[in-house]
């Protein structure tokens, strides 16, 4: 991505590794959301939308392009929504950001049997 100014974005660029998993992070107001959401997630979703039928494509919400200069590669992307957070004695980073069950399937897919007697 070159030339990102979506929001208060001011023009970076930023090169991510496909297939693998990313985590945004920083200081409040330093642009994450606008990165992760509304920059990313909203052109993969866009160019996933785009795919469909006309007819489809009516009843599904419409993205706006991000204000971007150049953007390659995007595949559609899965946004977990904020959230207000809910403490208790048994909440975890998984738990409050209800990323656990989108683990559970990342682990399912991408693991391999490993035998511990072997070695393979």
Do not use: H
């Amino acid at each position: 991505m070159r030339g990102a100014r979506q929001n208060n974005l001011k023009g970076i660029d930023l090169d991510l590794p496909l297939g693998k998993l990313t985590v945004v992070t920083g200081p409040s107001g330093s642009g994450k959301s606008s990165l992760a959401f509304d920059t990313i997630y909203a052109e993969g979703q866009r160019r996933y939308v785009e795919t469909f039928s006309p007819y489809m494509r009516q009843f599904l919400e419409r993205m706006d392009k991000p204000r971007v200069e150049d953007i390659r590669g995007i595949p559609p992307a899965i946004a977990i929504e904020q959230s207000n957070l809910v403490k208790t004695s048994r909440s975890s980073v998984g738990t409050i950001t209800e990323i656990n069950d989108f683990l559970k399937l990342f682990w399912a897919r991408t693991a391999r049997a490993f035998c511990p007697s072997c070695g393979r």
